[in-house]
């Protein structure tokens, strides 16, 4: 994802990309940042190694932050640091959640102590090619959708909105973005957590006897969401099938997470909906048993590293 966004933003502006990972550092020297597939751009932006070179970089009105969920909290902490010294704005730059998820915009908000958070949703699935040259685009679903639940940001989140679509990526921005964050929310716990335990695609999973769990879980889901008083229309559910069958290429990042012994998303996504469910008096019993088996992945990740 930040290799996308740099690729689309560099189009149209001067982009600085942090790259904490050597090897993946070496590679964007060499070919840039470049996205093919379902789109295609390239850009090259100035690679960084750390938060703290962005100031010497040229600094920054707009910060993207396009990290897994599980990468926020140390992420929040080297950026709170830096944040002064990035603009001369007194309000400071406006910052991007790119993650998956019901709270990641607002845990930004938290840990940087800085209330210019907008929250992008987005129906894309890109994965790096094997060699590191690109990003291939194999899920694209616009407009994406941008906002904030500060509507004084709305200029903000509208200007950004014309600059991707300018770069290549179709993006509007959403009035009811907590709307957009609980739908794709709801899909992608309905499926992720569901691929990544039979290591499938999308379009397996629901030619599979397990596409009867990702239709529970979506039940439970929307239960939650409609109880926490998010407004769904009706036609969400027949509307949430279409787009996994649009879909079925696709290998979700949580797949890719737990073949990579990566710690997953689960607490973005599963777990949230039981949390708001148990708060609600909403019984989410798949979503519990799914959260559970992929948090044995987790449990093993963590043992490993120790």
């Not at 090259?44 to 707009?62: C, H, K, Q």
């Not at 845990?107 to 102590?113: A, F, G, N, P």
């Not at 992608?188 to 569901?194: E, H, I, K």
């Not at 879980?217 to 969401?225: D, F, K, P, Q, T």
Request: glycine share 8%; net charge negative.
């Amino acid at each position: 994802m930040g290799t996308l966004i740099a690729a689309i933003l560099g189009q149209v502006m001067p982009v600085v990309l942090v790259c904490r990972r050597e090897e993946r550092a070496a590679q964007l020297f060499r070919w840039g940042a470049n996205v093919s597939g379902l789109i295609e751009a390239s850009a090259r932006p100035i690679v960084v190694r750390t938060t703290d070179e962005i100031p010497n970089a040229g600094g920054a009105s707009l910060v993207v932050v396009a990290t897994k969920t599980t990468a926020i909290p140390g992420v929040s902490e080297d950026l709170v640091r830096v944040m002064p010294k990035l603009t001369d704005a007194r309000e400071g730059p406006l910052v991007v959640s790119f993650q998956n998820g019901i709270d990641p915009g607002r845990e930004l908000m938290s840990r940087l102590r800085h209330k210019r958070v907008l929250r992008m949703v987005l129906a894309l699935g890109a994965t790096l090619t094997d060699d590191g040259r690109s990003a291939r685009v194999s899920l694209n679903q616009p407009p994406h959708a941008i906002g904030s639940v500060d509507p004084e940001l709305q200029p903000g989140a509208e200007q950004i909105a014309l600059w991707l679509t300018e770069g290549g990526l179709e993006t509007a921005y959403a009035g009811d973005i907590e709307l957009e964050v609980w739908r794709k929310a709801i899909l992608n716990a309905s499926v992720n957590p569901v691929a990544a335990l039979v290591n499938c695609t999308v379009g397996e999973v629901l030619d599979s006897p397990s596409t009867d769990i990702v239709h529970k879980l979506l039940g439970e889901g929307i239960a939650v969401a409609k109880a926490e008083g998010i407004g769904l229309p009706d036609t969400y559910a027949e509307r949430a099938v279409e787009m996994l069958n649009h879909a079925r290429p696709h290998v979700p990042s949580m797949v890719e997470d737990i073949r990579g012994g990566r710690e997953s998303e689960i607490g973005q996504l599963n777990r949230q909906i039981i949390e708001r469910g148990r708060a609600l008096g909403v019984p989410t019993p798949t979503h519990e048993t799914v959260d559970a088996l992929i948090e044995t992945f987790d449990w093993k990740v963590y043992h490993d590293r120790r």
